[in-house]
């Protein structure tokens, strides 16, 4: 009998702590003011009531009285407080708006008071609100901190208080000048100083600036070749501060090939191989530089070569070089030779805005099958030279592989063109064409990441692009198709003197480098020469995958398209597989 008391008295003991627990007390908070005027004012702060803690209660009336401060109440206060177990009633006395009589510049210097955007207006005549004053205060400090100054604090000085009005001057402390000693570099990252210092905008002898230093981190991980492993150091000596930055190599030299497996159009029932082959070194040489050659076999006797070369902060500016080279040989058919020399001014990361002159040469190679020809041909010798602008924007969270962000690029260029009449033609075929005239050039492209749910993300893309000049010839044209442009078609099958192609495509992340994919891309085209019009819209649509291994990144992608009138046909998918290096 006892035992079982003893038990009944356990599980009583047990019900009463669990209903202690669940009916927790309620601390209330009530305000008290001492008239009408002041009970319409309070009516237009909200506070809560009801509390979990005394402390969360305590917080809640110095925050109204500090909202009644900021407001201009500048001697409002709590006269008393009457306290039970539960409830506090707090008898608070508002007071009276203060007006500004006037804020004094004080010690502060005339244009760093107009930089700050201080109005002697704000502070004259006008109620109390101590948040301008925070606002005027934290741009005073702002500017400070961009200048050479930064352990300046401001205050409010000689504040005197009468018949509800305020008069008081701003004290400004700079607290010393400093000066940059140096930017510095540790781990196993290697990369020039003279480098480091332009993309950063931080130069030894310049004056301390927080704006450029507080996004030191953001712009190293802008970067394509460095990765930062720790938080960057500032080492303050008297005048002078030491950046030191933690880095090391990230691996963003790429080599890769593709191999592409294709019906032959000449040899039925046959296959054709098609092949590229890509290397990219960036910072080789450890001035941020860009070495690209780009090789591709597209069809039979067709064969396309891409040069391109950057070097960053020429003589120690933010100009960098940007030359290119492209050939391109068509069969026995044409020749084209285009060679692009720019200047960039370079803002950050991959970011620019570059003036250039292009060249432009196309060639016949064979003119015996155009003896007899009674009109000119699709092909003709032509020569252009240009000169334009392109611009280009990146902000993506992660360069090879993104989730999220988006990357543009816009050009733009007009110039003259000549046709020369090629002697092996018949003069009279050229007659009623303009040999000289004004070409223009304009191209566009973007990709935007949109994160969706877990480890996925939508691709939006678009690739627009319009030649206009009198008399065009189809070696003239873009060449659009394939792989990296309008998959499910031949490499570079279709020539267009304007195109605008858009593309939709899902990746679901598995790893940082490794993701499935599927695509619909589509387009229209028109395709104006001095013998022809075509226009369509071809689309493709398919499927592939990425993913990382021990030799380099793997891919393989399967696609159809559609063009014309005719069917869809699974026989002519196009299936490319490859292997990017990273190193």
């Known amino acids: ?34 008239n009408k005027d002041q009970k319409a004012i309070l009516k237009k702060y909200s506070y809560k009531k009801e509390f979990k803690d005394t402390l969360s209660r ?53 244009a760093l008071l107009q930089e700050a955007g201080y109005k002697e207006k704000t502070f004259s005549g006008k109620p109390v609100d101590y948040r301008d004053v925070v606002k005027l205060n934290e741009k005073i400090i702002k500017y400070c901190e961009n200048n050479g100054y930064p352990f300046a604090s401001v205050r409010l000085d000689s504040i005197a208080f009468s018949d509800s009005s305020l008069l008081a001057s701003i004290h400004l402390s700079k607290n010393g000048k400093v000066e940059i000693d140096s930017v510095v570099m540790r781990g196993k990252a290697r990369l ?66 593709v191999l592409g497996v294709l019906p032959n159009s000449q040899t039925t029932g046959n296959l054709m191989l098609t092949g590229e082959a890509n290397l990219s070194l960036i910072n080789s040489f450890y001035r941020g530089e860009m070495i690209d050659i780009n090789w591709r076999k597209l069809q039979q006797n067709t064969q396309d070569l891409k040069m391109g070369f950057v070097y960053p902060y020429l003589l120690n500016t933010p100009f960098g070089a940007d030359i290119k080279f492209k050939l391109y040989k068509n069969d026995t ?19 620019y805005i570059k003036a250039f002159v292009e060249n432009h040469t196309s060639s016949l190679i064979s003119t015996s099958q155009y ?46 063109k000549h046709i020369k009449k090629n002697p092996d033609l018949n003069e009279e075929l050229y007659e009623g064409i303009k040999i000289n005239s004004t070409q223009y050039k304009l191209g566009g492209m973007l990709s935007y990441y949109i994160p969706v749910i877990a480890k996925s993300t939508i691709k939006l893309g678009m690739d627009a692009a319009a030649l206009q000049s009198e008399n065009m010839f189809e070696n003239e044209l873009f060449r659009i198709g394939g792989l990296k442009s309008l998959r499910g078609f031949d490499e570079e099958v279709i020539t267009a003197s304007f195109y605008n192609i858009a593309t939709i495509e899902y990746r ?5 480098n490794s993701y499935l994919f599927a695509f619909w891309n589509g387009a229209y085209y028109e395709s104006r020469t001095v013998n022809k019009f075509i226009h369509d819209t071809p689309y493709g649509f398919g499927a592939g995958v990425c993913f990382e291994t021990k030799a380099g990144i793997f891919s393989l992608s399967y696609a159809l398209g559609k063009q014309f009138n005719n069917p869809i046909y699974f026989k002519s998918a196009k299936i490319h597989f490859g292997i990017v290096n990273y190193f």
């Open 192 to 257: 020039a100083m003279v480098y480091l210092q332009n993309y950063l905008n931080i130069k030894s002898g310049d004056l301390y600036d927080e704006s450029k230093v507080s996004v030191i981190s953001i712009k190293i991980k802008e970067l394509q070749f460095l990765r930062e492993i720790r938080p960057f150091n500032i080492i303050f000596n008297n005048t002078k501060a030491k950046i030191v930055i933690y880095a090391d190599k990230k691996k963003n030299s790429q080599f890769d090939g």
């Open 508 to 512: 679901f992340l598995f790893e940082q």
């Open 1 to 34: 009998m006892k035992k079982h008391l003893f038990r009944y008295f356990l599980l009583l003991s047990a019900l009463l702590a669990c209903t202690e627990i669940f009916s927790q007390n309620v601390y209330n908070l009530k305000i008290i003011v001492n």
């Open 58 to 110: 305590k917080e809640e009336l110095n925050d109204l009285l500090y909202t009644l401060w900021q407001d201009g109440y500048m001697a409002a206060s709590i006269d008393s407080l009457i306290k039970d177990s539960i409830t506090i009633l707090a008898y608070l006395n508002i007071g009276e708006k203060y007006l500004w009589v006037n804020l004094k510049k004080g010690n502060v210097e005339n």
């Open 371 to 416: 003896k007899y020809a009674t009109k000119l041909p699709a092909y003709s010798d032509v020569s252009s030279t240009m000169y334009g602008l392109e611009y280009k924007m990146q902000k993506l969270d992660y360069l090879l592989n993104p989730r999220k962000g988006f990357d543009i690029k816009i050009t733009g260029s007009a110039g003259n």
């Open 333 to 351: 058919l044409y020749i084209n030779i285009e060679r692009n020399l720019g200047v960039r001014y370079i803002f950050t990361g991959n970011n």
